[in-house]
């Protein structure tokens, strides 16, 4: 989603900056100073939006390298509690009805 964002404001920061482009030019008339304002704010956007977008890659790829490893190590230990309780408590009795 972060990438999405990214390249979206990415393409409305190269849009804005041809407007100022074109304008500072004289080829079409307007304020190239706005249009270059937008530009810069859409351009911090899709900066911010793009190393969000690498910080949840990495987070990812931390946890597909991790994961595996810790469940090597640690997985078939002998666990010290019960993973599903049956026992007489709210649930089990609602579940039975």
């Given at each position: 989603?972060?990438?999405?964002?990214?390249?979206?404001?990415?393409?409305m920061?190269l849009?804005?900056?041809?407007?100022?482009?074109?304008?500072?030019?004289?080829?079409?008339?307007?304020?190239?100073?706005?249009?270059?304002?937008?530009?810069?704010?859409?351009?911090?956007l899709?900066?911010l939006?793009?190393?969000?977008?690498?910080?949840?890659?990495?987070?990812?790829?931390?946890?597909?390298?991790?994961?595996?490893?810790?469940?090597?190590?640690?997985?078939?230990?002998?666990?010290?509690?019960?993973?599903?309780?049956?026992?007489?408590?709210?649930?089990?009795?609602?579940?039975?009805?």
């Amino acid at each position: 989603m972060g990438l999405v964002i990214s390249l979206a404001t990415l393409g409305m920061a190269l849009w804005e900056g041809i407007q100022a482009l074109v304008i500072h030019t004289g080829l079409a008339r307007g304020n190239a100073k706005e249009h270059q304002t937008e530009a810069q704010k859409d351009l911090m956007l899709s900066g911010l939006a793009f190393m969000g977008a690498i910080a949840s890659f990495l987070r990812s790829a931390v946890s597909v390298i991790t994961r595996p490893i810790v469940t090597a190590l640690r997985g078939y230990e002998e666990q010290n509690k019960d993973r599903f309780i049956t026992g007489n408590n709210v649930i089990d009795r609602l579940a039975s009805l």
